[in-house]
C-alpha cells in the first residue's frame, strides 16, 4: 500500500524521534487521514527491526479495527489480550490488547517488564488515566507513540505532561486543502437555546444536565432541520440515551427516516448498516459513534451535545469530513447557543488557531444566515484580527519609539512577518515551559531580538529557528525592519534581504532621510 506523502512524511518522523531517543512521541492526525494506516506502516518497520509491539485501546472496536487494517496494508497477524483471550505463547510479534484487561495486575505480570519494545496508543487523548499510565509504567523501558485526532490546548498540555515531542501533526485545513477530507460549510440555526443552568461534570457540560436542558428545543429542531438538511444524510450527537429516542421519534414525525442506536442496541450492526444503504437518511447516537465509526456518505452532522472539549468535538465533526463520490461539502449544523462559559465548542473551533480568530467566526456564521465555507470564513476572520492587533502595535510601537529601544519586540517581528503561528504560540511539553537558555538569549540579542519580551525556551525555540529559516531564504533581518518601519514602511518582514537592504542604502544616500518620491505606507519593492 502507498502511503500519501503527509502520511510517510509522519512515519519517518515517528522513526526519528526513536532514534533520537525521545522514547514517548504524539501523532496528530485529523479523522479520516489514515491514522491507522500510519501506525500499521510504522509498527511493520519495528517488527522488521526484530521489536515486539503492542497496540493499546480502550474500546473491542477500535482493537479489531486495528488487527484488520494492520493484516490489510501489512499482511500482519495480531494475537489479542482482551477478557478471555491472551496473547501468551503466541508467535505473533504484535499484540492487540484492551486497556482494561492490560490493567489488571494478575495479567501484567504474565510479562516480563521488557516484553514489549514498543507501545501504539489509539485515540491517546484517553492515555493520561490511571488504566493506561498502569500499563505504560509497567513497560516502562518501551518506545511508546500516542495517536490522536486534532487535540486543543488544554488536551496538548495534557498530553505533554507524558509525552516529550509532537513528531508531526497534520492538520484540518491542510486536510481539506489538498483534497483528502471534504470540505465543511457551517450554518447557524437562529435558536437559541439556554444552558445556563447546566452545570459541569468532570471538565464539560454534565450530560444529564444537558438532556433536560434540551428537551424543549427538540420539535424547533426538528422543524429547523427539515428546511436545511432535508435531503441530506445526517448523523446526530446527543446528550442521553432517552434524548437520543425522544428526539428520533420527533424526527420520525416530521418525515425524516431516523434510526437510533446505543451502547444496549441488540440490532446495531444491522442499523448501522441499513444507514450505509440509504434505508434511513438520519442516525441518531448518544455519545456511541464518536469513535471507531465510519459512513463516508454522511453530509450533515448535528451536534445536540454541546462540549468544550475540542477533541471531542472534532471527533463528532469527523463522523462527515471523508470524501464520498458526489458529496460536495460537509453541512455542519451549530446553534445559537446562550451559555455564561464562553469556552463552548463552535465550528471555528475546528479550524482557528487562536480565541480570537475563532470568535470573530463565530460572529460572521451566526449572523450569515446561509451556510458558509469554514476556510473563507477564517480567511476573512484573520484579516480583522489582523488589522486591530495591527492597530493596537501601532499605539505600542509609538511608546517604543520613545523609549528608543535597539532591539526589535519579538511582538512587531512576528507581526511583520506575518507569523500567526508565533503569536499564538502557547508551550506544551515540559522543557518548552522552562525559561529561555542564556544562550538563547545571546543568541536572540545578536540577531537583534528583544529577549525580554520571551518568557519560555519553547517560543525562543521557535523563534530562533524562524530567524535561521530566513536567513537561508534571504529574507529581511530583524534590524532591517526595525529599521524600515521607523519610518512607516509595513510589512517589511516579508521583503527580500536585499530589498531591505538596497532600500536602507538609497535612504543612507539621502542624507538618511527617505528619498524623494518615495511614499512609504505604499512603497513595495520590485519582483
Given at each position: 500500500m502507498k502511503l500519501r506523502d503527509y502520511q510517510q512524511e509522519a512515519r519517518e518522523s515517528i522513526q526519528e524521534q526513536w532514534a533520537e531517543g525521545v522514547k514517548k512521541t504524539l501523532l496528530v492526525l485529523p479523522t479520516g487521514c489514515g491514522k491507522t494506516i500510519v501506525f500499521s506502516k510504522v509498527i511493520e518497520d519495528r517488527v522488521r527491526l526484530g521489536e515486539r509491539l503492542l497496540v493499546l485501546a480502550h474500546r473491542g472496536e477500535l482493537l479489531e479495527q486495528a488487527a484488520d487494517k494492520l493484516e490489510k496494508s501489512t499482511g500482519l497477524k495480531t494475537a489479542t489480550e482482551k477478557a478471555e483471550e491472551t496473547s501468551?505463547?503466541?508467535?505473533?510479534?504484535?499484540?492487540?490488547?484492551?486497556?482494561?484487561t492490560m490493567m489488571r495486575e494478575k495479567r501484567l505480570k504474565q510479562f516480563p517488564k521488557d516484553y514489549f519494545d514498543t507501545i501504539i496508543i489509539d485515540e491517546a487523548h484517553h492515555c493520561i488515566s490511571d488504566s493506561y499510565q498502569r500499563v505504560l509504567n509497567y513497560f516502562e523501558d518501551a518506545n511508546v507513540l500516542g495517536v490522536t485526532a486534532t487535540p486543543d490546548r488544554g488536551d496538548m498540555r495534557n498530553l505533554g505532561s507524558y509525552f516529550d515531542s509532537l513528531a508531526f501533526e497534520y492538520t484540518l485545513p491542510k486536510a481539506i486543502k489538498e483534497g483528502y477530507l471534504s470540505p465543511i460549510k457551517a450554518l447557524t440555526i437562529p435558536l437559541q437555546l439556554d444552558l445556563t443552568s447546566v452545570g459541569q461534570q468532570a471538565g464539560d457540560f454534565a450530560a444529564g444536565q444537558l438532556g433536560s436542558a434540551?428537551?424543549?428545543?427538540?420539535?424547533s429542531i426538528a422543524e429547523e432541520m427539515k428546511k436545511v438538511a432535508n435531503d441530506r444524510k445526517i448523523v446526530v450527537f446527543l446528550p442521553l440515551v432517552k434524548t437520543s429516542q425522544k428526539f428520533t421519534e420527533i424526527l420520525n414525525q416530521k418525515g425524516f427516516r431516523a434510526a437510533e442506536v446505543n451502547g444496549e442496541s441488540q440490532d446495531?450492526?444491522?442499523?448501522?448498516?441499513?444507514?450505509?444503504?440509504?434505508?434511513?437518511?438520519?442516525?441518531?447516537?448518544?455519545?456511541?459513534?464518536?469513535?471507531?465509526?465510519?459512513?463516508?456518505?454522511?453530509?450533515?452532522?448535528?451536534?445536540l451535545r454541546?462540549?468544550?472539549?475540542?477533541?471531542?468535538?472534532?471527533?463528532?465533526?469527523?463522523?462527515?469530513?471523508?470524501?464520498?463520490?458526489?458529496?460536495?461539502?460537509?453541512?455542519?449544523?451549530?446553534?445559537?447557543?446562550?451559555?455564561?462559559?464562553?469556552?463552548?465548542?463552535?465550528?471555528?473551533?475546528?479550524?482557528?488557531?487562536?480565541?480570537?480568530?475563532?470568535?470573530?467566526?463565530?460572529?460572521?456564521i451566526e449572523e450569515a444566515g446561509i451556510p458558509l465555507d469554514l476556510e473563507v470564513v477564517e480567511q476573512t476572520a484573520e484579516e480583522d484580527v489582523i488589522a486591530q492587533r495591527e492597530e493596537a502595535l501601532a499605539k505600542q510601537l509609538a511608546e517604543m519609539k520613545r523609549r528608543k529601544r535597539k532591539l526589535v519586540d519579538p511582538l512587531q517581528f512576528e507581526m511583520s512577518i506575518q507569523a500567526e503561528d508565533l503569536a499564538n504560540y502557547v508551550p506544551s511539553f515540559g522543557w518548552e515551559m522552562s525559561p529561555p537558555s542564556d544562550q538563547q538569549v545571546k543568541k536572540l540579542e545578536k540577531l537583534g531580538i528583544l529577549p525580554d519580551e520571551i518568557d519560555n525556551a519553547g517560543k525562543a525555540t521557535k523563534l530562533l529557528d524562524r530567524l535561521d529559516k530566513r536567513r537561508e531564504q534571504g529574507l529581511t533581518t530583524p534590524k532591517q525592519i526595525r529599521f524600515l518601519e521607523q519610518r512607516g514602511f509595513q510589512h517589511v518582514g516579508t521583503w527580500s534581504f536585499d530589498a531591505g537592504k538596497n532600500l536602507i542604502d538609497r535612504i543612507a544616500a539621502s542624507g538618511w532621510r527617505t528619498p524623494a518620491g518615495v511614499n512609504p505606507k505604499e512603497y513595495r519593492p520590485e519582483g
Open positions: 501468551i505463547h503466541s508467535w505473533f510479534r504484535v499484540v492487540v490488547g484492551s486497556v482494561q434540551l428537551d424543549p428545543y427538540l420539535e446495531r450492526k444491522e442499523i448501522l448498516e441499513d444507514f450505509e444503504n440509504d434505508k434511513y437518511n438520519v442516525l441518531c447516537n448518544s455519545m456511541l459513534l464518536t469513535e471507531g465509526w465510519d459512513c463516508p456518505s454522511v453530509d450533515c452532522v448535528v451536534v454541546p462540549t468544550k472539549v475540542r477533541s471531542l468535538y472534532s471527533q463528532m465533526v469527523g463522523r462527515g469530513t471523508r470524501l464520498f463520490e458526489g458529496k460536495t461539502e460537509l453541512l455542519l449544523l451549530d446553534f445559537l447557543w446562550h451559555t455564561d462559559r464562553h469556552e463552548l465548542c463552535h465550528p471555528a473551533h475546528l479550524i482557528a488557531e487562536s480565541d480570537e480568530v475563532a470568535q470573530a467566526m463565530t460572529k460572521q
